[in-house]
């Protein structure tokens, strides 16, 4: 089994930053990706951005040049620092695990941004 801890949530004011974090725990294939996903109120979870264990980094268009994902493989930790932070970035931000060669996608349980003044 695989366990997803998140950390850096909070409340921040428009324009400011925030930097989230999440270890991974637990029988991790070498080769995975890691990444943040994250739901507002009454919409759909969406993607944020990806990194895999290669360096290939993916990115939503709405937070391009905003947003950066890194992740340290030694530690089984991505981050995910967020600037320049807006009203809608407010959501709860998931942090996902996904071992492509297997199929299996694993979920933290969550930490809430909260973007507002």
């Known amino acids: 089994q695989v366990q997803l801890v998140e950390s850096g949530g909070g409340l921040v004011q428009p324009g400011g930053s925030l930097r989230l974090s999440c270890t991974a725990s637990?029988?991790?294939?070498?080769?995975?990706?890691m990444g943040w996903y994250r739901q507002a109120p009454g919409k759909a979870r969406e993607l944020v951005s990806t990194k895999s264990t290669g360096g290939n980094t993916n990115y939503a268009d709405s937070v391009k040049g905003r947003f950066t994902i890194s992740r340290d493989n030694a530690k089984n930790t991505v981050y995910l620092e967020m600037n320049s932070l807006k009203p809608e970035d407010t959501a709860v931000y998931y942090c996902?695990?996904?071992?492509?060669?297997?199929?299996?996608?694993?979920w933290g349980k969550g930490t809430l941004v909260t973007v507002s003044s």
């Open positions: 637990g029988s991790i294939f070498s080769s995975n990706v």
């Open positions: 996902s695990l996904h071992v492509p060669v297997h199929g299996m996608l694993y």
